[in-house]
């Protein structure tokens, strides 16, 4: 039954803010879910050896204040119309001494680098112990635990830097940091610690037994104070409001609404699968969400829990209230086709190309393959014979391999810039077919959907969306706005600020669908994809046993 809303007034407005892995975005949108402004800042990431990647949470701080004063300042509305204010972020470690003070992550010392990022690789041979114990918590992280997730990054921490380990008084996941900076609360998401750091959200309980296992006992034994002690849902208003310190920051009024957030993948999917259609309000358990950016990710709902190997989950009310979410995803997918580009010879040229058009080099590429083709499904034979297995940074899933690695197979000597599209169109081929790998694993379990809705910055282009319908089978939808992460972090902020009484609602009400794009039915399309696929498949085995 549909909760009833609360209010609904033309003169509010709400505050999204989304963390990503190399910038910070701020939206402000009105209760209909109408993006009005956007702000956006680069934040730094230290990389060193060993695919360690290092932040400054003072850093993204200083980038979120920047971007909320802007939209602010660019909409002119009086600031007691704002009425909440909510953040999604990667899933990056977050280490704080006394006093709130950062403590260094790594073995340089330096303070002010005290966020591990959410694909720092550091922690593999953490993540295999653990697995290699088996414990029962690991049933719900799809049997395996990825280094990406917290725990394993804890026992790197505790073993390498035990001063930074035992001197910290917080591990925060990023969004839950961020929460905790804006409100003064150190109430933790369910979505963060169910997804990242093991708790058990179906029984509301931490499982002692497996920190102890570990070699994390001592967290435990201090009733998990120092990662989350008290755990709410999404949309969740914290302590008092906005704190009068982080008010005079960012630009807003003391007291408004701030909302326990969600992972950024997430609120890309609840800004995506929750959307009205012409005939009538989608079924959530119908859709994938694939969240298309740096890294890709995939969540799928679902009414009862199902396990699928290798992929991460069930996780209970992780993402929608009530319901049980498997997520999957690839570790680099618009990473790993800028990545592939630069490395071809005539990368420096169309990068000059580029420029000179003021587009970014993908974009560039993508445009240039518009231009020789009448159909954007005929896109796949300008891949010829090149096949890409774009697994740069691991295979997250469905294998749960962080040490594959990527292939490329059918290469010449040539040099020109339509190779060069090849090897483009034949990368997001790559990162089709491995979405192609987990929709095949997770129907094999019972959890089929019918649709793929995309967001993300890398799947906005319309030839990707096609190619990604071809190449999986799926008809692929996008959501009518543009930035439906920040638009699912703003629906945490109206649940919040009590504009509606809950999530389910705030979904219906802020959110639509836009394109639809259907995969091909040409024979000759179809038959290319399945052999491509094969071939992708092929060259994976291969590699896996080598």
């Not at 961020?178 to 997804?195: H, K, M």
């Not at 590429?365 to 005929?378: A, G, P, V």
Request: charged residues 15%.
């Amino acid at each position: 039954m549909m909760s009833k809303q609360i209010h609904n007034t033309a003169s509010c407005y709400l505050v999204g803010v989304d963390v990503g892995t190399g910038s910070v975005r701020a939206g402000l949108f009105d209760l209909q879910g109408t993006l009005l402004h956007t702000s956006k800042q680069n934040i730094v990431t230290y990389q060193d050896r060993d695919a360690r990647y290092e932040q400054s949470s003072d850093n993204i701080w200083q980038a979120v204040c920047t971007c909320v004063q802007n939209v602010v300042s660019m909409s002119g509305l009086p600031l007691e119309s704002i009425i909440g204010l909510s953040f999604d972020a990667t899933c990056s470690l977050v280490v704080l001494g006394e006093n709130h003070q950062p403590l260094s992550v790594g073995e340089h010392g330096i303070a002010d680098r005290n966020v591990i990022v959410w694909m720092d690789q550091r922690a593999i041979e953490q993540a295999q112990a653990i697995n290699e114990l088996g414990h029962t918590v690991l049933n719900y992280v799809g049997n395996r635990i990825s280094p990406e997730m917290e725990t394993p990054k804890l026992l790197w921490l505790k073993a390498h830097l035990p001063e930074t380990y035992h001197n910290a008084h917080h591990f925060f996941d990023l969004t839950d940091y961020l929460t905790f900076r804006a409100s003064g609360s150190q109430a933790r998401s369910i979505c963060t610690l169910v997804c990242k750091w093991t708790y058990l959200a179906h029984e509301k309980r931490w499982d002692n037994s497996y920190f102890e296992a570990i070699g994390l006992g001592e967290l435990a034994a201090d009733q998990f104070a120092k990662i989350g002690k008290k755990v709410v849902a999404p949309g969740t208003a914290l302590g008092q409001g906005l704190t009068a310190s982080a008010a005079k920051e960012l630009g807003l009024n003391t007291g408004i609404a701030v909302a326990a957030g969600l992972i950024d993948a997430h609120a890309g999917g609840v800004g995506s699968v929750g959307a009205l259609t012409k005939t009538g309000t989608s079924t959530p358990e119908d859709c994938l969400a694939y969240v298309f950016g740096t890294s890709a990710c995939t969540l799928t709902t679902s009414s009862n829990a199902v396990t699928v190997p290798g992929v991460w989950g069930p996780y209970f009310s992780a993402m929608i209230p009530g319901m049980w979410l498997n997520e999957a995803g690839q570790s680099a997918a618009g990473a790993a086709i800028d990545h592939l580009v630069l490395m071809h010879p005539a990368s420096a040229e169309a990068t000059l190309l580029a420029k000179d058009a003021a587009t970014p080099l993908t974009a560039w590429l993508s445009k240039q393959t518009k231009s020789q083709i009448t159909n954007l499904s005929d896109a796949v034979n300008l891949a010829q014979n090149v096949h890409v297995v774009p697994e740069f940074l691991g295979n997250r899933a469905p294998f749960a391999d962080p040490n594959a690695r990527a292939i490329i197979a059918g290469l010449s000597m040539e040099k020109s810039i339509d190779s060069l599209i090849t090897f483009y169109i034949a990368g997001i081929c790559g990162i089709a077919y491995g979405l192609r790998q987990i929709i095949e694993v997770q129907a094999a379990e019972g959890l089929n959907i019918h649709r793929i809705v995309i967001s993300g910055g890398a799947g906005q282009d319309p030839l990707i969306r096609q190619l990604i319908a071809d190449a999986t089978g799926k008809e692929v939808i996008a959501p009518h706005t543009d930035e439906p992460v920040l638009l699912g972090t703003a629906m945490l902020a109206a649940v919040a600020a009590g504009a509606y009484a809950d999530l389910n609602l705030a979904m219906q009400s802020m959110s639509s669908f836009g394109g639809s794009y259907l995969p091909a039915t040409s024979a000759n399309i179809v038959q290319r994809h399945e052999s491509r696929f094969l071939a992708f498949t092929k060259l994976q085995t291969m590699a896996r046993e080598l």
